[in-house]
C-alpha cells in the first residue's frame, strides 16, 4: 500500500487511544505534544498517564473498548496487542471515516506514524510504507546524527530575523538569495561550536550587507 505522505493539524482536536501501556503512553505524549485533546480507553494505564489525568491533560475511560467509542473523535490509534480489539476499531473507523492508526499492522491502518527527527521547528520524517520499520529505525538515526540541535536554534535565528528581511528586501528572489547566503556560510558550525552569540551577529552583518 502506497500512502501519502501529509503533517496534519491536530491541535485541539479529540484524538483516541484505545490501550494504556507504554507504547500507548508514547503515543498519547506525541498527540498531546501537537495540543491534541486526547481520550485514553483503557481498563489499566501506565502511572504516567494516569498522573497526566490527573493533571487534567487527558481523560481516562477506565475499561475496554466498546463499539461507539470512536463517535466525535478525529483521529484514533489502537496500541493494544488484542487482534479482535483492533480489527473490531478498524471496522468502527472505517465506518466513521475516522484517520486510524492501529500500532504495527499496516494492514488494519488509513495512516501511519513514520519515523520522525525534531529539530525544534525542523520535523524530518522516515517511512518505508510499513515493510521495514526496523530499516526506518535505521534512517533514522542516521538523520538524527546528521541533524543536531544546532539547526533548532539556527531555524529560531531565521525565524526571529524574517520580519526584518522581509522590510529590508521588496521582491521574494531577493529575498530567497539571501536566505541561501546565510544557510552556506558558516554560521550552523558557529552554532554547534557554542557560539550562538557569534553566530547572530554574523546572520545581522549579513542581512545588513547583503547586495541585490
Known sequence: MDFYPIMIDISNRLCTVIGGGIIAERKTESLLGCGARVRVISPE?????????EEGRLVVISRGYQVGD??????????TDNMAVNEAVAVEANCRGVLLNVVDIP????????GVVQRG???????????????AKKIRQDLEAMYGP????????????????KARFATQAQRQRLWETIIESDILAL???????QAEESMRHAIANFRT
Open 45 to 53: 494505564v501506565t502511572p504516567a498517564l494516569a498522573q497526566w489525568a
Open 70 to 79: 470512536l463517535f466525535g473523535s478525529y483521529l484514533v490509534i489502537s496500541a
Open 150 to 165: 544546532e539547526y533548532d536554534v539556527f531555524l529560531q535565528l531565521l525565524g526571529s530575523l524574517r520580519e526584518d528581511v
Open 121 to 135: 521547528p525542523l520535523v524530518i520524517t522516515v517511512s518505508t510504507g510499513g515493510a521495514s520499520p526496523a530499516m
Open 107 to 114: 494492514r488494519l491502518c488509513n495512516f501511519i506514524v513514520p
Open 191 to 197: 552554532i554547534a561550536a557554542g557560539k550562538t552569540d
